[in-house]
């Protein structure tokens, strides 16, 4: 890969889950819908796990690949943003449940 494209899937990856994250929470703000509050459940549990692997499969790729460790690394900085923005969104959605 080239150094612009392992950033890239980064960004698109956070971007796609964030996206998501902002669908579930909005939606069930909006309509009252328990089924975005369901999606959004799953979301935490397959989202944790996917970024997860992807996380390991870039250290993976750049301890095999040192020229682009620095860029797999920022990476999964980009990645790891939708930790804290994935714990705000669960406790508005358990505080609007209780």
């Not at 980064?10 to 902002?22: A, T």
């Not at 692997?53 to 860029?71: M, R, V």
């Amino acid at each position: 890969m080239k150094n612009e494209s392992v950033i890239y899937f980064g960004k698109s990856v956070f971007g796609l889950f964030f996206v998501l994250g902002n669908i579930c929470l909005l939606g069930y703000l909006l309509s009252k819908n328990d089924d975005f509050a369901i999606g959004g459940f799953l979301l935490l549990i397959f989202g944790t796990v996917i970024n997860l692997l992807l996380i390991i499969a870039l250290l993976i790729y750049g301890t095999i690949k040192k020229d682009q460790l620095s860029y797999c690394l920022r990476a999964i900085l980009i990645l790891l943003i939708n930790i804290p923005v994935a714990i705000i969104y669960a406790l508005i959605g358990i505080n609007l449940n209780t």
